[in-house]
């Protein structure tokens, strides 16, 4: 087969379409064709050499694929060669086929192309077991996600509206802005030239009970450059989530304002998470994010599409910001 390949660590000038040994897939996995693939930040910093895949996982970039069942291993049940899936992955998704554990498959939604349900994994098990599961957002409560017109915070604003949950968000755009606003997003603040700490509270200030002013749950893909002005914008009880660090690695914590509050800070990442928690957040997903996407309730916002061979193009599209939501790589 062939796969996008990285034999130096660089640009994305590094990415080299090469013929590669087809997968082999185990008893518990199954051998799927692809016909498209995400494109993910965690993509990009693996190709510069920051994000080695774990181990076990295929050496090739890509999280998130959809296509078609080729084979299927013989302790596999629920499946059936030719069956129409998504999958989140370790790794191994820019490429013709890749061998995923079952338990992370999930069937392409009713309403949803096969070539846009790939938009879908990884994004909706992030926000499902970062913003639900873990910090436990509730109908009525505030949820603040930071780059809301990327990928995950298309996805975060939709499932936070559709639960009755509030949402305020950042971008660097109008244009950005406007697109979260039609999600579903209630503030908008343009990080170039707002204070979203003062705009949380102030949409906030007039809310009683024990919460008072602020988000009760922030997503966080900045890390360190955020992390005090994160803090200082959370209600009481507030939970800050940290999944990604464009930011840094290493800020200052005001301990004594996070005790004051009672809140808590939660930093997570998916890929090197066992398999069996990977199934059961997948399984959660179809649970609960499956039935709303096909209700059109919530619904992949892709941007834009590039051929396999040119995965460059895709990551330079990625690494300008320009992009509205997914990105996807077609086979």
Request: proline share 6%; charged share 15%.
């Amino acid at each position: 087969m062939f796969a996008i390949t990285v034999p130096a660590p660089g640009g994305a000038e590094a990415l080299e379409l090469t013929a590669v040994p087809d997968p082999v897939h185990g008893p518990d996995e199954v051998l799927i064709d692809i016909v498209a693939a995400g494109v993910n930040r965690a993509d990009v910093v693996q190709r510069q050499g920051h994000y080695p895949p774990p181990p076990g996982a295929p050496a090739y970039l890509g999280l998130e694929v959809s296509g078609r069942i080729a084979a299927i291993g013989s302790q596999v049940s629920g499946w059936a060669v030719g069956d129409e899936v998504c999958a989140l992955l370790s790794g191994g998704g820019y490429a013709q086929r890749v061998a995923v554990p079952a338990g992370q498959l999930l069937p392409v939604p009713a309403g949803v192309s096969l070539v846009e349900a790939a938009a879908l994994p990884e994004v909706a098990c992030t926000v499902w077991s970062n913003v639900f599961m873990s910090a436990a957002l509730q109908p009525g409560q505030w949820l603040l996600v930071h780059g809301g017109s990327s990928g995950i915070g298309t996805m975060a604003i939709q499932l936070a509206r559709a639960i009755g949950a509030h949402v305020a968000v950042t971008a660097g755009s109008p244009e950005k802005l406007a697109v979260c606003h039609e999600l579903g997003a209630e503030v908008l603040v343009n990080y170039r030239s707002e204070d979203f700490v003062a705009a949380v509270r102030a949409a906030t200030a007039q809310r009683g009970g024990r919460s008072g002013p602020g988000a009760d749950v922030i997503l966080d893909n900045m890390g360190a450059v955020y992390l005090a002005r994160n803090v200082e914008a959370l209600a009481a009880y507030g939970r800050l989530v940290v999944i990604g660090l464009q930011g840094g690695t290493r800020g200052e914590l005001d301990l004594g304002l996070l005790l004051r509050k009672r809140a808590a800070i939660i930093a997570t990442s998916l890929r090197a998470r066992p398999a069996a928690e990977k199934a059961a957040i997948v399984a959660a997903v179809r649970e609960h994010v499956w039935p709303l996407v096909a209700a059109g309730d919530v619904r992949p916002v892709v941007h834009a599409r590039f051929p396999l061979a040119e995965a460059g193009q895709a990551h330079r599209l990625l690494e300008s910001s320009a992009h509205i939501g997914k990105i996807l790589l077609t086979v």
